[in-house]
C-alpha cells in the first residue's frame, strides 16, 4: 500500500501524538500541541488566548531571528519574537524574567512612552513569542543569542536597559557585551550568578520547588505580584502563553540553566560580564523593592560592582515584591524617567 503525505509535517506529528500518548499528556493537550504546531518541536501560542486582556491595548509586533537548539546547536530554526514597540525617541528596552511575559510592563508602557520610544520583547518560550516543546532545546546561551539577534535585528542604539528578574540574568550579560549600544542600566530586583556561590539559600530553594512543580504534562496556574493568584484577570494574563503543559518548557527550564557551579555552561559568560561591568562608566541605577526575599540580597553586590551606581539616589520601592512592576509599575516608570532625564 502506497501512502501520499501532502503536508510536510504529518508524519512527525503522527509520531509526536504517539509518543504523547505514552507519556501521559491527555489527548485534548495532544490536540492543542499538535494544532499549533508550525513546525516539528516548535509552538505558537493561539492569537486568542491574548484577546481583551486588562490594561494590555499595545499592538503586536514581530521579527524573526535564527536560533541554534539542541546540545551543540546542531539545527538553526527560525523562531518569531513579539514585541511592544510604543513612543518615539531614545529606545527604552524593557526585558522581563520568569515566568512572565512584556504584560508584566503594562503600567509602566504609557508613562515611559509619553517621552521615549519603549521596546518590551516576549523571550522565546514566553509571551506571544515562538515556544520549543522540549526543555533540551532551551539553554542561556540560546537565550542569549535570541537576545542579541533581536538588538541587531531592530538595529537599536543608545538603549537604556531596564530589567528584572531573567531580564537581568541576560541583560547584564548583553549590557557587557553590547557596550557600544547600550547608554543607561536600571537594575530591578535581579543578580549576576557567576556560578561561585552567589545564589541565596531562598533561590535554590525556588528553583527546587519550581522542577517539583513541574513534572510532564501536569497544569499550572500562572500568576505575578502581590495579588498574583488571587486575581483572575492577573491569572489569565500570566497564564494566556500557556494553552496546556506542552508549552509549558521554557518557563520548566529558565530556573534550572541559572548557573550554579563554576563549570555551568553560562558560567563563562557572566563572569566575564561582571569583569566588564565592574568598570561600568556609564549611568547605572540600582532599584530594587522591599519584599523580595529570593533575589534581593543581589542588592548590594550590584551596587558595589556597577561603579556609576553611587552616584544615584538610593531608591527602594516600598510594599512590591519580587515582581515590582505588577507591584508598583507607575512608580517604577516615574523613577526611570528621572534617571533618564538627570543624564540627558
Same mark, same amino acid.
Given at each position: 500500500?502506497?501512502?501520499?503525505?501532502?503536508?510536510?509535517?504529518?508524519?512527525?506529528?503522527?509520531?509526536?501524538?504517539?509518543?504523547?500518548?505514552?507519556?501521559?499528556?491527555?489527548?485534548?493537550?495532544?490536540?492543542?500541541?499538535?494544532?499549533?504546531?508550525?513546525?516539528?518541536?516548535?509552538?505558537?501560542?493561539?492569537?486568542?488566548?491574548?484577546?481583551?486582556?486588562?490594561?494590555? !491595548?499595545?499592538?503586536?509586533? /514581530?521579527? *524573526?531571528?535564527?536560533?541554534?537548539?539542541?546540545?551543540? =546547536?546542531? &539545527? @538553526? $530554526?527560525?523562531?518569531?519574537?513579539?514585541?511592544?514597540?510604543?513612543?518615539?525617541?531614545?529606545?527604552?528596552?524593557?526585558?522581563?524574567?520568569?515566568?512572565?511575559?512584556?504584560?508584566?510592563?503594562?503600567?509602566?508602557?504609557?508613562?515611559?512612552?509619553?517621552?521615549?520610544?519603549?521596546?518590551?520583547?516576549?523571550?522565546?518560550?514566553?509571551?506571544?513569542?515562538?515556544?520549543?516543546?522540549?526543555?533540551?532545546?532551551?539553554?542561556?546561551?540560546?537565550?542569549?543569542?535570541?537576545?542579541?539577534?533581536?538588538?541587531?535585528?531592530?538595529?537599536?542604539?543608545?538603549?537604556?536597559?531596564?530589567?528584572?528578574?531573567?531580564?537581568?540574568?541576560?541583560?547584564?550579560?548583553?549590557?557587557?557585551?553590547?557596550?557600544?549600544?547600550?547608554?543607561?542600566?536600571?537594575?530591578?530586583?535581579?543578580?549576576?550568578?557567576?556560578?561561585?556561590?552567589?545564589?541565596? !539559600?531562598?533561590?535554590?530553594? /525556588?528553583? *527546587?520547588?519550581?522542577?517539583?512543580?513541574?513534572?510532564? =504534562?501536569? &497544569? @499550572? $496556574?500562572?500568576?505575578?505580584?502581590?495579588?498574583?493568584?488571587?486575581?483572575?484577570?492577573?491569572?489569565?494574563?500570566?497564564?494566556?502563553?500557556?494553552?496546556?503543559?506542552?508549552?509549558?518548557?521554557?518557563?520548566?527550564?529558565?530556573?534550572?540553566?541559572?548557573?550554579?557551579?563554576?563549570?555551568?555552561?553560562?558560567?563563562?559568560?557572566?563572569?566575564?560580564?561582571?569583569?566588564?561591568?565592574?568598570?561600568?562608566?556609564?549611568?547605572?541605577?540600582?532599584?530594587?523593592?522591599?519584599?523580595?526575599?529570593?533575589?534581593?540580597?543581589?542588592?548590594?553586590?550590584?551596587?558595589?560592582?556597577?561603579?556609576?551606581?553611587?552616584?544615584?539616589?538610593?531608591?527602594?520601592?516600598?510594599?512590591?515584591?519580587?515582581?515590582?512592576?505588577?507591584?508598583?509599575?507607575?512608580?517604577?516608570?516615574?523613577?526611570?524617567?528621572?534617571?533618564?532625564?538627570?543624564?540627558?
Amino acid at each position: 500500500m502506497n501512502f501520499t503525505y501532502k503536508e510536510p509535517f504529518l508524519l512527525a506529528k503522527v509520531f509526536l501524538s504517539l509518543v504523547i500518548s505514552l507519556v501521559g499528556i491527555s489527548h485534548t493537550q495532544a490536540q492543542t500541541l499538535l494544532a499549533n504546531e508550525i513546525r516539528p518541536g516548535v509552538v505558537r501560542t493561539p492569537d486568542q488566548r491574548f484577546e481583551n486582556l486588562q490594561d494590555y !491595548p499595545f499592538a503586536a509586533n /514581530y521579527i *524573526d531571528v535564527q536560533i541554534e537548539r539542541g546540545v551543540g =546547536g546542531q &539545527e @538553526r $530554526v527560525p523562531m518569531r519574537m513579539h514585541y511592544v514597540d510604543e513612543g518615539q525617541g531614545e529606545v527604552v528596552l524593557m526585558l522581563h524574567g520568569q515566568p512572565t511575559w512584556s504584560y508584566l510592563y503594562r503600567k509602566m508602557i504609557p508613562i515611559v512612552a509619553r517621552e521615549h520610544r519603549v521596546i518590551a520583547p516576549d523571550w522565546i518560550g514566553f509571551g506571544k513569542s515562538d515556544k520549543f516543546t522540549r526543555e533540551a532545546d532551551y539553554s542561556f546561551q540560546m537565550h542569549f543569542d535570541a537576545a542579541q539577534a533581536f538588538i541587531e535585528a531592530l538595529d537599536l542604539q543608545n538603549v537604556t536597559l531596564v530589567m528584572q528578574d531573567w531580564g537581568g540574568f541576560l541583560g547584564l550579560p548583553i549590557a557587557a557585551h553590547m557596550l557600544e549600544r547600550i547608554s543607561r542600566l536600571v537594575v530591578m530586583n535581579t543578580a549576576l550568578p557567576t556560578g561561585y556561590g552567589m545564589m541565596t !539559600p531562598s533561590w535554590f530553594a /525556588y528553583r *527546587d520547588r519550581t522542577r517539583q512543580q513541574t513534572p510532564f =504534562g501536569e &497544569e @499550572r $496556574v500562572f500568576a505575578a505580584g502581590n495579588d498574583g493568584s488571587s486575581n483572575p484577570e492577573n491569572v489569565r494574563a500570566y497564564s494566556a502563553p500557556f494553552p496546556d503543559p506542552s508549552f509549558y518548557a521554557g518557563p520548566n527550564t529558565f530556573p534550572q540553566i541559572v548557573p550554579m557551579r563554576p563549570m555551568d555552561p553560562a558560567s563563562a559568560i557572566m563572569l566575564h560580564s561582571a569583569d566588564v561591568l565592574s568598570q561600568w562608566s556609564k549611568p547605572a541605577l540600582v532599584m530594587f523593592s522591599d519584599g523580595d526575599v529570593v533575589l534581593g540580597p543581589h542588592e548590594e553586590y550590584l551596587r558595589r560592582l556597577l561603579p556609576t551606581s553611587a552616584n544615584e539616589p538610593r531608591i527602594v520601592i516600598e510594599g512590591a515584591g519580587h515582581f515590582l512592576q505588577e507591584d508598583k509599575g507607575e512608580v517604577v516608570a516615574e523613577h526611570i524617567m528621572e534617571f533618564i532625564a538627570r543624564h540627558q
